[in-house]
């Protein structure tokens, strides 16, 4: 069953600018897992491809509203002490939130994690959606039995910036193929209900607002688009595929899209 998990913490010292990038955060939730599970941990550090969790970048309860649907992806200073933040994980695999059970009732409010020399205290961990946008659960069956039969468009909100890889190339625009193929190679690997679709040529891009991004990290920089996109199915096509169609954008919740995904890139939502 995929989950979505949002875990709040405070800041109990000021998180250093350069350890808030999904390299960071990623390890960070290695340690998490580490602490409760050691080989599983190590799974996940030797998984290198169709990762079977995602994470967004770190998130930070400012007092003023965000004006828009997309995360905090790069930050300009420093993480304060006080702070309250919040971060979300994502599982893909059936098994493997029953494993980390443990690190959920284990996790100590006084037990101090490090993000470089800044120390955090974990608060809470919620899962439903009615505690937080970000949190819900599903069963891939379920996912698949409720996937609509008539539905022909496809919004998604692109809140981190995407990417994704065609041999040994990166691209950034998120055309019909790009997007659907990510998708569906996730269905498939995690979920035990196949999908028979073979092309994409009856879905077309019917609206867009997107542009370019480019996230500075020390070493290294990753380029990605981001904003909103919508897909539509043209012609005649039979209810069997549209409602294949709709599993994997109800599906790109809790997957996200192309690569680095265990980074915090690639966060999108449907609308």
């Known amino acids: 069953m995929p989950h979505s998990l949002v875990i709040n913490f405070t800041t109990t010292s000021d998180i250093p600018l350069g350890y808030t990038s999904g390299k960071h955060l990623h390890a960070l939730f290695l340690n998490l897992v580490n602490s409760v599970d050691q080989e599983l941990a190590e799974y996940f550090h030797q998984s290198s491809t169709h990762k079977t969790f995602t994470i967004s970048p770190l998130q930070v309860n400012y007092n003023h509203k965000k004006t828009d649907n997309l995360l905090q992806w790069q930050h300009q200073s420093k993480i304060k002490a006080g702070s309250n933040c919040w971060w979300r994980i994502t599982l893909l695999d059936d098994n493997l939130f029953g494993k980390l059970t443990k690190l959920w009732i284990n996790l100590r409010p006084d037990k101090p994690y490090h993000l470089g020399s800044g120390e955090l205290l974990i608060t809470s961990v919620l899962c439903s959606p009615d505690s937080h946008p970000w949190a819900n659960a599903c069963s891939y ?131």
């Open 141 to 271: 069956q379920r996912i698949y039995e409720e996937a609509s039969e008539t539905e022909r468009n496809f919004t998604f909100n692109i809140v981190t910036p995407t990417s994704f890889r065609r041999g040994k190339y990166d691209l950034f625009l998120p055309t019909t193929e790009l997007v659907f193929n990510s998708l569906l190679k996730r269905w498939q690997k995690h979920s035990n209900t196949l999908i028979d679709l073979t092309n994409f040529d009856n879905l077309f891009p019917a609206y867009f607002n997107i542009n370019t991004e480019i996230v500075i990290q020390p070493q290294t920089k990753f380029i990605g688009c981001v904003g909103k996109i919508t897909y539509k199915v043209l012609g005649d096509v039979e209810p069997s595929i549209i409602k294949q169609l709709n599993v994997l954008a109800d599906y790109a919740f809790y997957c996200g899209l192309g690569r680095k995904t265990t980074m915090g890139f690639g966060t999108v939502t449907r609308q």
